[in-house]
């Protein structure tokens, strides 16, 4: 459309978002003076993957219903969480991407629902923080492949 930024659509939207969620969640990250900042972290992080897939999810399926369960009458629309995009866009348990994301999805449940659990879990965290760190390092157009990646491109 003349005139917007961005991608237009939906998918373009959910692609932009996921960007956005995955760069404040490394900015969060990085500011020290913040003592909630692991937990942010994993919220923006989790949001971030879960707008990711549902792009794939709706590239994919190339309807807008596919990111949507059934309606029920009377209730409003859901969309699938975070896991059920996973298993729909990645359905290989072992695959390093999934299993990273899944345990960041378990440390952001157990901050929502409680505190933060023991240092165990948080070098598991920082393992993944690592991880995401290098990617980014070692490919600055990690987040273009990523997005390529979401559009089929490669």
């Given at each position: 459309m003349k005139g917007q930024r961005g991608n237009p659509g939906l998918k373009g939207r959910l692609m932009d978002k996921s960007v956005e969620a995955y760069i404040l969640a490394l900015e969060s990250i990085n500011r020290l003076s913040i003592q909630y900042r692991v937990e942010v972290f994993c919220y923006l992080i989790c949001n971030g993957w879960e707008l990711l897939l549902k792009a794939k999810i709706?590239?994919?399926?190339?309807?807008?219903?596919?990111?949507y369960y059934k309606k029920q009458r009377g209730k409003p629309r859901r969309s699938p969480s975070l896991r059920d995009c996973l298993n729909r866009v990645i359905p290989n348990q072992n695959d390093p991407e999934r299993r990273n994301v899944e345990r960041i999805a378990e440390l952001r449940d157990e901050a929502v629902h409680l505190v933060f659990p023991t240092p165990g879990a948080i070098f598991h965290w920082n393992r993944i923080v690592n991880w995401l760190m290098k990617q980014h390092?070692?490919?600055p157009d990690f987040l273009s492949k990523a997005r390529s990646k979401v559009k089929g491109k490669t």
């Open positions: 709706l590239e994919d399926a190339d309807t807008r219903n596919a990111i390092r070692n490919d």
